[in-house]
């Protein structure tokens, strides 16, 4: 594979991994540090809105700016928020405050480094050589690598080490990150119109803003695959934030959630995987219903938590039929939102599936005080239900093969009077 794409896809999973890591070390260096389970609820609560704010406002930032570049400065913005704590931890001591003070600056690099590369995935298409298809069935198969490793490695680091050293490395995977991203030439990461020439941005902050988002919401493909993605996580995060947890409890194997993750991400790898090697044969709608249908019944066979086995082959095939739905709507993403207004749409979108499992986990534990945990279960997976009637019969998702050129102009082009 060449130097772009390879750069591309190296600094990714290195990405994502150091977040893996430092989602699971964090809260529990909080607990060591502060030694309070409000402190650490205290950091994540602190820390969720200016993420989602980040997610919504930077977007209009990374169309102004080279999408290299932007990428570059939002994982350099995530290292120094995670290695300013040891540092500080040395000199004066670590409390409260700091987490949360640098955890709100590190979200500023997090759900907009996620947008960066997101919105630089069509270039690094361009100057691959290699398809659409491949490159994102790769990236779906290396996010889930990420998820598989991440856990295990935190784990492992919070065994040898203290508490604040582990912090040093999750911010060495982002320096890292951001050193590969280098290795991408400056003018792939410029953002380019339709007829190949350098875009120009006009207007005021908040006109720029309200253009990228009129486009997404007045476009039917873009809102239904939007809320396709937010049902999905929705539903995971209630089952993985408390659902199961409850369940492997009352049942005497709270162990088994971790084998639960890992089947999630096993079936992803396999999902990616296979998209990657044969996502450019059969008719896209194909793969589409495949997603679809596939984490039908992947959560149909976790919600009535029969046993631990039925759940964890239901986790593996939820999995498997995310990495290719995921592969899928990444490439008709490419395709399909306008060049100009990546950052804007994308980040708007990061940021509702970023406000998304909070609302999972709450509405999980009302249901499950309410009515317990089973009837919780099925109640939450049955949303999918409603994301499977809305996906199978949207006119927008009818046809999803790339003849569908001039519409996609037509898209483009109001985007660009807009």
């Known amino acids: 594979m060449k130097l772009i794409p390879s ?27 502060t030694g309070s389970v409000l402190g650490a609820g205290a950091v994540a609560a602190a820390t969720a809105i200016p993420a989602v704010l980040a997610g919504l406002l930077m977007g209009m930032v990374i169309d102004n700016i080279n999408r290299r570049t932007s990428s570059v ?202 998209y990657a090697v044969a996502g450019t044969r059969g008719p896209r709608r194909m793969w589409f219903l495949a997603g ?20 964890l082959a239901g986790a593996f095939v939820v999995g498997l039929s995310s990495g290719l739905f995921g592969s899928l709507v990444g490439v008709l993403m490419i395709e399909r939102v306008p060049e100009q207004m990546r950052g804007r749409i994308m980040g708007t979108q990061n940021a509702i599936i970023t406000a998304a499992p909070p609302v999972g986990i709450v509405a999980a534990a009302v249901l499950t005080e309410l009515a317990g945990v089973n009837v919780a279960a099925v109640l939450l997976t049955s949303l999918w239900l409603v994301a499977l009637v809305l996906g199978v019969s949207a006119g927008s998702l009818r046809n999803l093969e790339p003849q569908c050129e001039e519409a996609v102009r037509g898209e483009k082009a109001e985007a660009g009077r807009a």
Do not use: C, K
């Open 73 to 274: 400065v939002t994982d350099l913005v995530s290292a120094a928020a995670i290695a300013a704590l040891p540092l500080i931890d040395m000199i004066a001591g670590l409390s409260v405050g700091w987490f949360i003070l640098f955890g709100i600056i590190g979200s500023l690099g997090d759900v907009p480094g996620l947008t960066a590369r997101d919105a630089l995935l069509p270039a690094i298409v361009r100057h691959s050589g290699n398809s659409a298809e491949r490159l994102m069935g790769i990236r779906e198969a290396l996010g889930a690598v990420a998820l598989l490793l991440g856990p295990a490695i935190a784990g492992t680091l919070m065994v040898l080490f203290d508490g604040s050293q582990v912090l040093w490395i999750t911010a060495a995977t982002s320096l890292v990150a951001a050193l590969l991203t280098l290795l991408i030439p400056h003018r792939v990461g410029t953002i380019v119109t339709p007829d190949g020439s350098a875009a120009a941005m006009s207007g005021s902050g908040w006109s720029q803003l309200r253009d990228g988002w009129r486009v997404l919401f007045r476009s039917p493909f873009l809102l239904v695959t939007t809320t396709l993605s937010v049902v999905s996580v929705i539903v995971l995060a209630s089952l993985q934030g408390l659902i199961l947890p409850v369940f492997f409890t009352l049942v005497a194997q709270p162990g088994m959630l971790g084998f639960v993750l890992t089947a999630l991400a096993g079936g992803m790898l396999v999902g990616g995987t296979v």
């Open 7 to 33: 750069a591309y896809l190296a600094s990714y999973l290195l990405s994502l991994l150091g977040n893996s890591i430092a989602g699971v070390a964090l809260p529990l260096i909080v607990l060591q540090v």
């Open 292 to 311: 679809l249908f596939g984490s039908t019944l992947g959560f149909g066979l976790i919600a009535p938590l029969s046993s631990v086995w039925v759940v």
